[in-house]
């Protein structure tokens, strides 16, 4: 006689007909063990959330401190003084001066005009230059061309250089009777003018003797033929 095997002697048993379910769950009536596996399971995500959202939070800090390293080299860079005026007989400033030769173009000439600090500490620059032309009465030729505040912080350390371009135009083609006279720089900030080492006629009644244009004061030393 064939033995049956009676499911009596073991009443938690029943045939699993969830063939679908997830790795680790198991059919057996009471639970205990699928019960264990769904609680690990549970602490298993709550760590990965965890790890995933300390991940996250890294670059976070670090941009916070980036940003705040930045923040701090822009207020000192702000604590630094402008640079006043220099000139060979007086030195301790920024000191301004023409590389040549001005590169030529239709109707003007452009010059990479640098500007030196001549002193013994670091000083700022900020903006555009002004401008005038200086008639050989001592009076200017026109008005002065205003200087603006407006432009990049540049900080010049003793003995380095910065640059602006300034454009000369061809005064004829501006008026009927130009008058000759020397160029004139202002640094901004600055109500003394220094030595434009260039000379240009220019026209009464305009600014900047209708023939001066410059651009803004940039960090490093210019290169002419390059950056006009």
Do not use: E, F, W, Y
């Given at each position: 006689m064939t033995a049956k095997r009676s499911s009596a002697k073991n009443p938690g048993w029943r045939p699993s007909n969830n063939r679908g379910a997830p790795a680790g769950v198991l059919t057996v009536v009471g639970g205990r063990r699928e019960e264990t596996d769904v609680k690990l399971r549970g602490r298993q995500l709550t760590a990965a959330l965890a790890v995933a959202a300390t991940t996250i939070g890294v670059p976070a800090v670090a941009l916070a401190s980036t940003s705040q390293r930045a923040a701090a080299s822009q207020d000192r860079a702000a604590t630094v003084p402008?640079?006043?005026?220099?000139?060979?007989?007086?030195?301790?400033?920024a000191f301004v001066w023409a590389t040549m030769p001005g590169d030529g173009f239709a109707g003007g000439v452009g010059f990479v005009m640098e500007i030196t600090n001549e002193g013994r500490h670091?000083?700022?620059?900020?903006?555009?230059?002004?401008?005038?032309?200086?008639?050989?009465?001592?009076?200017?030729?026109?008005?002065?061309?205003?200087?603006?505040?407006?432009?990049?912080?540049?900080?010049?350390?003793?003995?380095?250089t910065a640059h602006f371009l300034l454009t000369i135009h061809?005064?004829?083609?501006?008026?009927?009777?130009?008058?000759?006279?020397?160029?004139l720089i202002y640094l901004p900030g600055q109500r003394q003018a220094q030595n434009g080492w260039q000379s240009t006629p220019a026209c009464p009644g305009l600014r900047g003797g209708g023939v001066l244009e410059a651009g803004t004061i940039q960090t490093g030393t210019g290169v002419p033929d390059y950056g006009v």
């Open positions: 402008a640079c006043g005026n220099a000139h060979p007989a007086l030195p301790g400033g670091a000083c700022s620059l900020r903006g555009v230059p002004g401008a005038a032309v200086q008639g050989s009465n001592g009076h200017l030729i026109g008005s002065k061309l205003p200087a603006s505040g407006t432009g990049p912080l540049v900080v010049l350390k003793p003995g380095a061809i005064a004829d083609a501006v008026c009927q009777h130009p008058v000759s006279g020397q160029v």
